[in-house]
């Protein structure tokens, strides 16, 4: 009879040779050797063979944006979110909210595309520096008001500078209809699935279309297991912002047409 009573499980890493190598026994003493409000499986590797290295435009842009966040407050919309829920805007480092609107204030765009608007934490941060003339398009497949624990209200909506967009933008026809727009953007923050092909899907449209200028696009939760691969295989200047973002992951593509 196998003895499941101490139920271990190794852990195979591939050695640049191809190899198989163990690299760790998983056993219950160390499923978690750290114990946090949300725990995930990562990994660490060398910086020196990623195919997208940083350019200069992006390390100016990254220290500017971090320099910007310390100043900014968002209690705004932390003060919209339920007393039973965690009030995450206003936690910087650690969530990605201050660094956006830090973003926003410093490059002043005119039009930014949001992948994700879920309860609206992140457009509400995209919008609190945009400049009068800026907009926001965010994409969802579920609309606002059908969200639960949505904190955006139609005061949001009421000046014309955010509208939301009800699109599933994996569907070719879809992102299609909406290229002409996505090339018009002069920041782009991606928040979507994260089930390891949605984001290497919109990158691949990405690289259909003929953006008008160079632009930064933010990808979150790059540090999740699911995004690791997809992450690591951009060949465009790029930089892992994650200790000035989100915990599980914050980096942001130079992306020069
Ligand atoms: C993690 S949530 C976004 C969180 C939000 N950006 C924030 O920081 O407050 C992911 C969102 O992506 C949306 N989503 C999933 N698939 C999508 C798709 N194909 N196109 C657009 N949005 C999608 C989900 O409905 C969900 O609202």
Redesign the pocket.
């Known amino acids: 009879m196998p003895d499941n009573s101490n139920p271990t499980i190794p852990v195979f890493l591939t050695t640049p040779e191809g190899k198989p190598q163990q690299l760790l026994q998983l056993s219950p003493s160390n499923f978690t050797p750290v114990g946090a409000l949300d725990v995930r499986p990562s990994l660490l590797f060398t910086e020196e063979d990623n195919p997208g290295q940083i350019d200069d435009a992006l390390l100016d842009f990254s220290l500017q944006a971090i320099h910007e966040a310390r100043k900014i407050d968002l209690s705004e919309i932390s003060a919209r979110i339920s007393a039973e829920m965690i009030k995450?805007?206003n936690t910087w480092p650690g969530q990605?909210?201050k660094l956006?609107a830090a973003m926003v204030k410093n490059l002043q765009p005119k039009l930014v595309i949001?992948?994700?608007?879920?309860?609206?934490?992140?457009?509400?941060?995209l919008k609190k520096n945009l400049p009068a003339e800026g907009k926001i398009v965010?994409?969802?497949?579920?609309p606002w008001k059908e969200?639960p624990d949505v904190v955006l209200t139609e005061a949001d909506f009421a000046d014309g500078r955010l509208k939301q967009q009800i699109?599933?933008?994996?569907?070719p026809h879809v992102f299609n209809s909406f290229s002409k727009l996505i090339s018009q953007a002069d920041f782009m923050?991606v928040?979507?699935?994260?089930?390891g092909v949605?984001e290497q899907?919109?990158l691949n449209f990405f690289e259909t279309v003929k953006f008008e200028k160079p632009l930064f696009i933010f990808f979150?939760?790059i540090r999740l297991w699911n995004m690791l691969s997809i992450w690591r295989q951009i060949k465009r200047p790029k930089i892992d912002l994650t200790s000035f973002g989100?915990w599980s992951g914050s980096g942001v593509i130079h992306w020069i047409p």
């Open positions: 995450t805007p990605h909210y956006l949001e992948i994700g608007t879920a309860s609206g934490y992140s457009c509400l941060s965010t994409f969802d497949i579920v969200y699109a599933d933008l994996t569907q923050f928040d979507a699935a994260k089930d949605m899907t919109f979150d939760d989100s």
